[in-house]
């Protein structure tokens, strides 16, 4: 058993980093250099890949690694309490909003200046380094250039463009890339952890395009295969401009809905716990002003979690473009009758019915209309008018 075996179909990047955590163990033993040095450890990490090829679960598992005495055993105290989040010297910054302020890089930065309390590495992870602002990125930065010793940065984002990172953070991390695994390794997990059937398995791990945490959801979730049902009949559903729009606000509404069933209960559970620990429902004296005086600190919170929201909303009608994505592409892989499988096999009919009646350019441009749409949307157009207008598109062709 090793904590790198949740990280699926990347066998190079287990390598890379299971090295490493055996240098840094050499180090902490004072058998080798500091951190820093050519051993295969280094003080900052960059983890890049496409959406669900494991950049978190990688940095997760080496952090555990280099806490753990045995470079990532995945049974010992360490193992468990940094891969669960609650080991004192690993922190982790997981945005829930759209981006990752100056606030919260500060504090990451002064947690990196202390030296480990009970581990061997102070560990500073950073999930979805992308989102970073431009002056959140600079207080990190001058903690990269200056890493206080026995202090590790983890750093995830989707590429190493400089629109996700700048060139001045990426150029002082090593850089462990990992690429989307294949349908059959995913389908082996969903089998193997889950006691998912072979051919439900094979199915959820396709139509996920290799991301595992969406083939679990597709392979257990009932409703999340009607959103995706919905979401694949839509070009069928292009009638006219009319329809258009109906479409698109059929899918904003799905995508609210799915983040409303995601964080409402998580919302309410917030809230009450804040008003509790403020005073409310208490009696004595002063207990009205107190709940008064708080009114600042539960607008915060309200703000927080529309933020959360928001981000939710985008990342549920993401998922959604993905799957119609891969309608048009499985519509050209029949066009040119291409040997590769399709990436939704359960609507074959479907996609090979348009493949008779539009030609390649117009199925291209339709595809291409979803990824502008896509990247509209990442640079923070209205959802509602990126989808109208890919509606449009796709109808037109």
């Given at each position: ?12 990047a ?7 955590a ?87 930065v ?78 082996s ?12 398995a ?18 257990n979730?009932?409703q ?27 899918l ?36 009205a ?60 009919e479907?996609s ?31 959802p ?14």
């Open positions: 058993m090793s904590v790198f075996d949740a990280l699926v179909g990347q066998p190079e287990v390598e890379t980093l299971s090295l490493a055996a240098t840094a163990g050499a180090i902490v033993r004072g058998e080798g250099d500091d951190v820093g040095s050519v051993g295969g450890m280094t003080h900052a990490w960059l983890f890049s890949g496409p959406a669900g090829s494991g950049r978190s679960v990688a940095a997760r598992a080496f952090a555990a690694a280099l806490e753990c005495a045995d470079a990532g055993c995945g049974h010992c105290q360490a193992c468990h309490n940094a891969l669960t989040g609650t080991h004192a010297d690993v922190r982790m910054v997981v945005p829930e909003g759209l981006t990752i302020s100056v606030a919260e890089m500060r504090a990451l002064l947690r990196a200046q202390s030296a480990p309390t009970m581990g061997r590495w102070q560990v500073l992870l950073v999930e979805d380094a992308d989102r970073l602002t431009e002056q959140a990125g600079n207080a990190l930065l001058k903690a990269i250039e200056e890493p206080p010793p026995r202090t590790v940065f983890l750093l995830c984002a989707p590429s190493t463009h400089p629109d996700d990172v700048s060139v001045t953070i990426r150029s002082r991390c090593r850089l462990v890339p990992l690429r989307q695994p294949s349908a059959e390794a995913v389908a997990v969903l089998m193997d952890r889950d006691g998912t059937d072979p051919e439900h094979a199915w959820a791990a396709a139509a996920a395009q290799g991301h595992v945490g969406r083939a679990r959801r597709l392979a979730d009932p999340a295969r009607s959103r995706r049902d919905a979401v694949l009949a839509i070009p069928r559903r292009l009638t006219g401009i009319g329809a258009c729009f109906d479409a698109a606000s059929a904003i509404a799905a995508a609210e809905a799915e983040a409303d069933a995601i964080s409402l209960e998580r919302d309410v559970h917030e809230r009450s716990e804040l008003e509790t620990a403020l005073g409310a429902g208490g009696t004595g004296k002063g207990a002003g107190a709940v008064r005086g708080s009114a600042g600190i539960l607008k915060d919170l309200e703000r927080r979690q529309k933020s959360r929201s928001t981000r939710a909303q985008r990342d549920a009608l993401d998922r959604a473009l993905i799957d119609l994505a891969g309608f048009y592409r499985d519509v050209l892989v029949r066009r040119f009758e291409a040997p590769v499988a399709l990436v939704h096999d359960d609507v074959a479907a090979s019915s348009a493949a008779q009646k539009w030609s390649a350019e117009s199925a291209l441009r339709r595809l291409q209309a979803i990824l502008a749409c896509r990247e509209a949307i990442d640079v923070n157009v209205k509602r008018i990126a989808v109208e207008a890919m509606m449009l598109a796709l109808w037109q062709g």
